[in-house]
């Protein structure tokens, strides 16, 4: 179902009045929480098939088999992107839907999911935004070593060069890696994500090897693109307060923002790791595994930074060597138990201006789960949701007007879908996805979202 139809909303409040003229507005997704079709068209399973196959590791052993089946509904899918007034739709590119096994020649049949897509969204007038890699890394590389390995990063790179062969005369907007943090320290060293290993020093190889494969991504992209190329590389950043000004919080605030923030924007940005994390992570039996040149390939020139933001946190330090307490803020919280902190969005923005100046950024994701509860109709009234993303649009003005260069928003998510280890439980959608029927229906936010872009746009 499209927008169009649909009960009308409330207008929109001034949250846009300080965001800059030709602001970019944008919905978000990746491949492995909407496509499903698993198993079509050539697709090989990647880490995230597999882990979701461990007993335990998501909630109620649910997997992306099918998820939104958003590879079979897609034109349905872009007139609802469409609907919504959106300048851009950011979606990832299945590694093992195109390249299966992450080596050899592209799958055509594979790549031509995506290129059917851009095709579409290109006649809606909505900008296809494509990121490579969303987690789902195809199960042989992981086989092999993961990125541990550093032939991880030379497969991404061979991996992003067939698909820029395939969209790049139609696609401006290259994002390598969604949230590297992720992958590295999610995957390979809490296990809470795919592949599911708990160990520190290989999810520190992993961080390297990532940022290798970006940098080599990023060459090998501008190498064959025309002028009109834009790379960027996205993470997901937290503002770390410290609990109080004793020495030992305000470090663990140093060492959570080093570890989540400049050990991937440093070398990015500057050209180098950032010594204080280097040694930290040195006293936790960690090391990066630099080789000559890796720097100056991961510090090719960025187009953009994608940020994404969620929530901030509050550290406190302890008597154990590296101990890095969260604190009880007592804020609300959203159903993934985040606090909900816009002022933290803001103080992170402002702060990644002054430390990283010259790199325009984006909101590549921003949004929250709710429980959500649907009438009747499948219309979910969700005001909370509305209320999260107003204040968090509102903080991105208050750092545009502090001075910080932040040219776009895109919303996570354009609908439900699989929430990692937390299955279809949270729903982060502002279209819900009834996964019975797979019946898109625009919650308040959608309508609010649409509502808030139209007037975004008049108003200048
Ligand atoms: O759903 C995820 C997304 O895949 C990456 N960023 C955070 C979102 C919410 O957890």
């Not at 296809?128 to 195809?138: E, G, M, S």
């Not at 649009?393 to 354009?414: E, P, Q």
């Amino acid at each position: 179902m499209t927008i169009a139809g649909q009960r009308e909303d409330a207008a929109t409040a001034d949250v846009t009045a300080e965001l800059p003229a030709n602001f970019l507005w944008g919905v978000a997704t990746s491949a492995y929480q909407i496509e499903g079709a698993a198993a079509e068209d050539g697709r090989t399973p990647s880490i995230w098939d597999t882990f979701a196959r461990v007993p335990g590791a998501v909630h109620l052993g649910e997997h992306g088999d099918v998820a939104c089946d958003h590879y079979h509904r897609m034109p349905q899918d872009v007139e609802l992107i469409r609907s919504l007034g959106v300048d851009s739709y950011r979606f990832s590119v299945s590694w093992p839907r195109v390249q299966p096994g992450g080596r050899g020649p592209v799958n055509a049949a594979g790549v031509g999911f995506y290129d059917r897509l851009v095709d579409e969204l290109l006649a809606a007038g909505v900008a296809p935004w494509v990121t490579l890699y969303h987690w789902d890394l195809p199960q042989e590389l992981e086989d092999a070593g993961g990125w541990p390995e550093r032939d991880t990063a030379h497969r991404f790179a061979e991996y992003a060069g067939l698909v820029h062969d395939a969209l790049g005369d139609r696609v401006r907007t290259w994002t390598t890696l969604n949230e590297p943090w992720c992958s590295a320290v999610l995957g390979y060293d809490q296990g809470l994500h795919a592949p599911g290993r708990t160990n520190f020093p290989d999810a520190m190889r992993a961080v390297h090897h990532l940022l290798l494969g970006h940098g080599l991504a990023g060459q090998a992209l501008r190498a064959a693109a025309s002028a009109d190329f834009e790379l960027g590389i996205t993470l997901n950043m937290a503002t770390a307060y410290p609990a109080s000004d004793a020495a030992r919080d305000v470090d663990a605030a140093r060492r959570a923002d080093g570890l989540s923030t400049r050990i991937y924007l440093d070398p990015l940005v500057h050209g180098h790791y950032p010594e204080d994390v280097v040694r930290d992570i040195a006293e936790r039996g960690a090391v990066l595994p630099v080789r000559d040149g890796d720097l100056e390939i991961i510090s090719t020139p960025l187009d953009v930074l994608g940020v994404n933001y969620y929530s901030s946190h509050v550290h406190a330090g302890g008597d154990a060597p590296h101990e890095d307490r969260i604190v009880e803020s007592g804020l609300p919280v959203t159903a993934m138990g985040w606090d909900i902190v816009p002022q933290g969005f803001t103080d992170l923005l402002v702060r990644l201006s002054r430390d990283y100046p010259g790199l325009p950024m984006v909101i590549t994701e921003n949004g929250a789960a709710f429980e959500d509860s649907a009438d009747a109709d499948g219309f979910v009234d969700d005001v909370p949701r509305v209320e999260y993303i107003a204040d968090h649009i509102r903080a991105v003005g208050s750092a545009v007007a502090a001075g910080a260069d932040v040219r776009g928003y895109f919303a996570w998510s354009l609908m439900d879908n699989f929430e990692w280890a937390y299955g279809y439980d949270k729903r982060f959608g502002i279209v819900r996805v009834d996964y019975e029927t797979q019946t898109r229906t625009p919650k308040r936010s959608a309508l609010w979202y649409r509502d808030t872009i139209r007037a975004s746009r008049e108003e200048r």
